[in-house]
């Protein structure tokens, strides 16, 4: 189940790039379950992973790693994991990278004869990423055994089945790319991402990967990328259950022949900006509809809020409660538990009778009660469409966050009770 | 659906209180849904409200009326919340309590001929609680039709009634009564309660009323009925949403002939308070295993912690994730999905390898992976029965938190889609 139509586009090769996918049989059989991306060398990689205490052991490794050298390959699978599994699970993703760099370190012939690396990949510029049940040991042999076939199949328009191979409980692959033009020379943004259960800010079990062929200085990448995934990765919600594994990388490869971005005035900055946050939008807004069990998408705008905090306390008291959740999947505009979500949100001076809600353009609460204006019919229309706003205005300053969520559908529970099985 | 059988037992009667019900056709035609309780004069009676800021129309009058005159009637109510319903609830909840004090101040004739009132109630002595659908004026002319039937049926022995006419997706009556000797004096402590659904701490859409014969100060008992909310109530959750409408009142009829209580030295203090406790957590207890859809009911006990606050943390990340409330409805020891939720309970520092998790006696998880001795044999075992434990070892320091929750079921979905239907 999702929401609406979702029809994969291009997403355009980024020069500097390469993936390929495998099957390892890490779950199932047949089934295409591992990425290798490969970035060239001379790219900014920057990260930013989840915050929960539990994060799984590829993530800590990952972290270590980004600090220890420049990122060349991402190897990633789905079906496991690999999180919570200890000594046992951190020396299965070392594996897996001392692997990936031993195939890619390329040896020769000194003039002497003694054979030496001309091209060495450190284990150190591998980056190992794993989605999937959580507290089983990765079965490192499962990948190494497939990555002779990886390497022989990576190629730049290898997009759209990396975006499958990632894919757990997602319905559909998720992909997003535009080309915006800087003084007269294109610069390309392309990303895919997974993710549709254990969703929420701070990321959900969710990967993405974002790669660009502009140049940026690497602690300039770093600082987008955390702004850009609090601006998009950070602002759904579908559970309330962050996960052990979130991960969301962006390469950017300095191969579309543009002057290397320094600082955020030089040229080329904003436009890489708003297609970095563009991408990473749209591919959050991906997951949301492809929430799991999903029948509705419904962004929770709050404004009129003493601060940041307080807007963002509004809009995930609405997005997390089972009872708004259950009444968007009915189609039923029972406002009442809208209001007593904001009721408990947490802002203890809230005066009840400034608040004020909306359902797109049409107002349901104000003065404490329902609106005057407000017709049961009216309410109905909006929460019978399968997108539409929950706007709450709560009359006390000028702050303003938006969070996208879906609904608690009979689905939902029947891919959570079943997911082990 | 509600955890394993519940057998009404016999609620004693508590000398100086009355009861009675009728079925007003609030929102439905023939179903009791109001029930009168009537108090003896010269009781303490205490309560403890909804913290919510869109707090029902009838807490509002209720907490006035409470601080301006020693109540003497409760008036309540299923199938309509009267919450957010603004002036023309207050008046609907205004009209009720000056109903209920007309036909019970009883006039007389004066020597000199004039009508008189020879037993005043005042409309501040009587105390209104509604609990139902939110938004909707409460039609308080059904609930006049029928305040002279109450007033005629009114007996001591209506506890099992009147726990059914304060029902709403509750599929059982719950009540507790216990009696205790106090040199040589018997006292009772009686209670009934409602509650399935918008249940968390700081009281769900739950109604609780509890009575004692005991003689005790209003302050001290003020005191202790916040201290029982907390340890009893407020220490359950089924789906993390907050109502409009939480009341829980303590009433203390001072008939038992025992000496009034006035300080925590005084003797019965201890026997009356452990008495108390025990009702009130039997009926949130029972709650619980009524909870929406419920198949499972959990206890999580989070020890170890550095401080109560913590505790708390974790044990609702744990009773609110909707993963974990789906693997208990599925029988699935997935305790990848507990650490999960500790790991993003919100305790920055916490040292995930020296969380232990026990699954009642099954130890699960040591060393931040799966415990070496479980076996997922001793684990389904657990999983597959009604109510069990969940505890959390930190490791952290001596405070120490039990909550108790439900599962996430198909049930629990149809019934909050369907609930305005």
Chains 1, 2 share one sequence.
Not at 84 to 98: I, L
Not at 143 to 170: C, F, Q, R, Y
Request: aromatic fraction near 6%.
């Amino acid at each position: 189940m999702a929401v609406g139509q979702y029809q994969w586009s291009d997403v355009h090769a980024v020069a500097g790039i390469r993936l390929a996918t495998a099957a390892a049989g890490i779950k199932y059989p047949d089934r295409q379950d591992v990425a290798l991306i490969e970035i060239c060398e001379g790219a900014s990689v920057s990260g930013v992973f989840t915050r929960n205490r539990f994060c799984a052991e590829p993530v800590t490794l990952c972290r270590e790693h980004l600090t220890l050298a420049d990122a060349r390959y991402l190897i990633i699978n789905s079906g496991n994991a690999n999180a919570c599994t200890g000594d046992a699970g951190m020396a299965a993703a070392k594996n897996c990278c001392d692997e990936v760099a031993a195939l890619f370190s390329v040896s020769g012939n000194s003039a002497s004869g003694d054979s030496v690396s001309v091209d060495s990949v450190s284990p150190e510029s591998v980056l190992p990423f794993s989605t999937g049940v959580i507290g089983e040991v990765l079965p490192a042999e499962k990948i190494i055994n497939v990555l002779p076939e990886l390497k022989n199949k990576l190629d730049g328009n290898h997009w759209h089945s990396a975006a499958e191979a990632i894919m757990t409980t997602d319905t559909r692959a998720k992909g997003c790319s535009v080309k915006v033009d800087v003084g007269g020379c294109d610069i390309t943004v392309s990303g895919i991402a997974k993710g549709s259960g254990m969703i929420k800010p701070n990321m959900g079990t969710m990967l993405g990967y974002v790669a660009t062929d502009a140049a940026i200085d690497k602690s300039l990448l770093d600082e987008l990328t955390t702004e850009v995934a609090n601006k998009s990765f950070n602002r759904i919600t579908i559970d309330g259950d962050e996960s052990t594994n979130d991960s969301f990388i962006v390469m950017a490869t300095a191969k579309a022949g543009l002057a290397r971005i320094n600082s955020k005035s030089d040229e080329g900055f904003a436009e890489l900006r708003e297609a970095l946050l563009h991408v990473a939008e749209s591919l959050a807004y991906e997951m949301v509809r492809d929430g799991e069990g999903a029948t509705k998408c419904v962004s929770v705008d709050v404004l009129g809020a003493g601060n940041s905090n307080e807007a963002l306390k509004v809009a995930y008291a609405i997005c997390h409660s089972p009872l708004v959740k259950t009444a968007l999947f009915a189609s039923d505009p029972n406002w009442g538990r809208i209001v007593a979500a904001i009721g408990y949100a947490g802002i203890d001076d809230l005066d009840p009778k400034a608040v004020r809600v909306w359902l797109d353009d049409v107002q349901i609460v104000e003065n404490g009660g329902c609106a005057a204006s407000y017709t049961e019919e009216a309410g109905q229309e909006i929460f019978s469409k399968e997108e539409f706003c929950i706007r709450v205005d709560l009359q006390r300053g000028q702050s303003r966050e938006k969070l996208w969520t879906s609904d608690l559908s009979h689905e939902y529970v029947r891919i959570n009770a079943e997911y082990r099985s």
